[in-house]
Nanobody, 123 residues
Framework: QVQLVETGGGVVQAGGSLRLSCAASGSILSINDMGWYRQAPGKQRELVAA???????NYADSVKGRFTISRDNAKNAVYLQMNSPKPEDTGVYYC?????????????????WGQGTQVTVSS
């Protein structure tokens, strides 16, 4: 099994900064894609940022220039640096992994989610 655990959420003032971390554990040899999604109250879960194939990045238009995604392949970890957050960035942030190469099967594991971490941006 694969587990994703997010840390770093909390309350931050608008214009401040916050760093989210996500560590994947289990029988993992490698992970192709890792990313961050968020869900605000009453809204659908949406992509915030992702690293595809280990190097290519993809950002939601609303966070471009403010958030930065990075990863540490040796630790099977992904990070989200949130600079100048806005109140509309408030929500539960989820870590996601796809294309996970596992030690016990040749089949790739897909669509793993963390339990989520709450981020609240105060104005």
């Amino acid at each position: 099994q694969v587990q994703l655990v997010e840390t770093g959420g909390g309350v931050v003032q608008a214009g401040g900064s916050l760093r989210l971390s996500c560590a994947a554990s289990g029988s993992i040899l490698s992970i192709n894609d890792m990313g961050w999604y968020r869900q605000a109250p009453g809204k659908q879960r949406e992509l915030v940022a992702a690293i595809i194939g280990g190097s290519s990045t993809n950002y939601a238009d609303s966070v471009k220039g403010r958030f930065t995604i990075s990863r540490d392949n040796a630790k099977n970890a992904v990070y989200l640096q949130m600079n100048s957050p806005k109140p509309e960035d408030t929500g539960v942030y989820y870590c996601h992994a796809n294309g996970v190469r596992l030690s016990y099967t040749p089949r790739l594991g897909n669509d793993y989610w963390g339990q989520g971490t709450q981020v609240t941006v105060s104005s």
